[in-house]
Antibody, heavy 119, light 107 residues
């Protein structure tokens, strides 16, 4: 069974860079799209972007100037960096796999990690 | 970006009820739509992809229909474990966009 686990930075200061990793176990990173999605407390879901196992990426235009998603196939993890964070970036961040049925729907998710932006 | 509008935003229902949730896209998206169930404190779970296909393991009381701009998620007989928030997600083009969610509560 594929499992995803986000790292847990917890608290990030305004203007700094949020960094998360998602470790994939029980399956290979190869052949799939790997996504980041976030959810502000009490609100809905927002897609941030994906990295394909080959390293190609696609980001939401609303975050594109601040986001970098990368992959390490040798270590079976992928990462999110979000720069110049503000309180509006406070959210639960999820990593998720693009499903084999439909690559832009997500069949396996991490448990999510709450990132709070505060000084 | 394509806007996804879900309705209703919340509903109250009883165990055994038939429940229908709709999702409307701001432009045609063929059948490139999925549905997710999210329980408090948990990650979303994929229920439907390609508008009407069920991944393995999803109970058959869940069904999806629609194409173009209008889509429906139906729960044929609501079970206690189905009380949750449901989201649609279009994957017709990028950026992927979710609907605002429908909270299904116990009547």
């Amino acid at each position: 069974q594929v499992q995803l686990q986000e790292s847990a930075p917890g608290l990030v200061k305004p203007s700094e860079t949020l960094s998360l990793t998602c470790t994939v176990s029980g399956g290979s990173i190869n052949g799939y799209y790997w996504n980041w999605i976030r959810q502000p407390p009490g609100k809905g879901l927002e897609w941030i972007g994906y990295v394909y196992f080959s390293g190609s990426t696609n980001y939401s235009p609303s975050l594109k100037s601040r986001v970098t998603i990368s992959v390490d196939t040798s270590m079976n993890y992928f990462s999110l960096r979000l720069s110049s964070v503000t309180a509006a970036d406070t959210a639960v961040y999820y990593c998720a796999r693009g499903s084999p049925y439909s690559s832009s729907q997500f069949d396996f998710w991490g448990r999510g990690t709450l990132v709070t932006v505060s000084s | 970006a394509i806007q996804m509008t879900q309705s209703p935003s919340s509903l109250s229902a009883s165990v055994g009820d038939r429940v229908t949730i709709t999702c409307r896209a701001s432009q045609g998206i063929r059948n490139d739509l999925g549905w997710y169930q999210q329980k408090p404190g948990k990650a979303p779970k994929l229920l439907i992809y390609a508008a009407s296909s069920l991944p393995s393991g999803v109970p058959s009381r869940f069904s999806g229909s629609g194409s173009g701009t209008d889509f429906t998620l139906t729960i044929s007989s609501l079970q206690p474990e189905d009380f949750a928030t449901y989201y649609c997600l279009q994957d017709y083009n990028y950026p992927l966009t979710f609907g605002g969610g429908t909270k299904v509560e116990i009547k």
